[in-house]
């Protein structure tokens, strides 16, 4: 089985992120989307013991769409730090392959 590919640059370029994989891929997400996308409890819902989940109701402003950082996390996320100081999501490399 292939190693799953991982980033091997990511840089954001004005309103867009840039990842190169180790594969060779290249792909460019809008911030926009990417928060929007953002896979963590308080911007997707947690299921409730009946599994059924609830969106919570997220209001953004227009620092939300704007990277103070980016780390990868555990080599197996990438964990984007947003400027109104949302941290907490974590998009697995899958995840990102996937948006
Ligand atoms: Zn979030």
């Given at each position: 089985m292939a190693e799953s590919a991982h980033p091997t640059r990511i840089d954001p370029i004005g309103d867009e992120l840039a990842i190169v994989w180790s594969d060779g891929r290249e792909t460019y997400f809008k911030l926009e989307a990417l928060r929007r996308a953002c896979p963590c409890a308080a911007c997707r819902g947690e299921p409730d013991v009946l599994g059924h989940v609830e969106r919570p109701l997220v209001s953004y402003k227009p620092?939300?769409?704007?990277?103070r950082a980016v780390h990868v996390t555990g080599g197996y996320a990438v964990q984007p730090v947003w400027k109104?100081?949302?941290?907490?999501?974590l998009y697995t490399f899958d995840y990102l392959r996937r948006l």
């Open positions: 620092e939300s769409f704007v990277l109104d100081g949302h941290d907490s999501g």
